[in-house]
């Protein structure tokens, strides 16, 4: 089993949707989420990040972790076509001697007019 | 800040050839670290440097080898290269904040083996 997996889409929605976008993870270590944002021929952004028991909002962005089901999904509010990229769920842990940042395949996002 | 630079942006070789990568980190930072990304593999870990040293390694065969200089700088290697290692190479550094670590990535370089 994958430690983190994702879902690849793609998710196709119109303008001014709620987008909800999931991963889950297989391990119960303490540990950050992350979501990045990847568009065509860039690296990945990072968008935002939870610890593993919060939920986490900024502006159009919530971040938010179900730790009973390891589950964390990213909403959008009120979708715009400047959203449609991949985004990228990520996981790291920090055990004091190795850190490690484990990233899902990315769910390709199509926002249209 | 400048951000993460690599070049360069696209190369193309052939099988059997080798390949260097280059990545300049964000200044200040000092952790280096490389992934591969595939269409159907996603984001690989390749290693991480840390002040000159490989800190962290991925399941990658000895093909692929990196190193860092004293400016953080970074460089990637992949030797007798093969078709499967057409991928976007990405570079990020990065610095802890607040207990974790906030990667920043390049624009990464597109390798096309023929």
């Known amino acids: 089993q994958k430690e983190v997996e994702q879902d690849p889409g793609p998710l196709s929605v119109p303008e001014g949707a709620i987008v909800s976008l999931n991963c889950t993870y297989s391990n119960s270590a303490f540990q950050y989420f992350m979501w990045y944002r990847q568009y065509s021929r860039k690296g990945p952004e990072l968008l935002m990040y939870?610890?593993?028991?919060g939920n986490k909002e900024d502006g159009r962005f919530t971040a938010q972790v179900d730790k009973s089901s390891k589950y964390i999904s990213l909403f959008i509010r009120d979708s715009q076509p400047s959203d449609s990229a991949t985004y990228l769920c990520a996981r790291y842990v920090d055990t004091g001697t190795a850190s490690k940042l484990t990233f899902g395949t990315g769910t390709r996002l199509q926002v249209t007019l | 800040k400048a951000g993460v630079t690599q070049t360069p942006r696209y190369l193309i070789k052939t099988r059997g050839q080798q390949v260097t990568l280059s990545c300049s980190p964000i200044s200040g930072h000092r952790s280096v670290s490389w992934y591969q990304q595939t269409p159907g593999q996603g984001l690989q870990f390749l290693f991480e440097y840390f002040s000159e040293t490989q800190r962290n390694k991925g399941n990658f065969p000895g093909r692929f080898s990196g190193r860092q200089f004293s400016n953080s700088r970074s460089e990637m290697n992949v030797s007798t290269l093969e078709l499967g290692d057409s991928a976007l190479y990405l570079c990020?550094?990065?610095?802890?904040?607040?207990?974790?670590?906030?990667?920043?990535f390049g624009s990464g370089t597109q390798l096309s083996v023929l």
């Open positions: 990020a550094s990065s610095w802890k904040q607040g207990g974790h670590e906030k990667l920043f």
């Open positions: 939870t610890y593993s028991s």
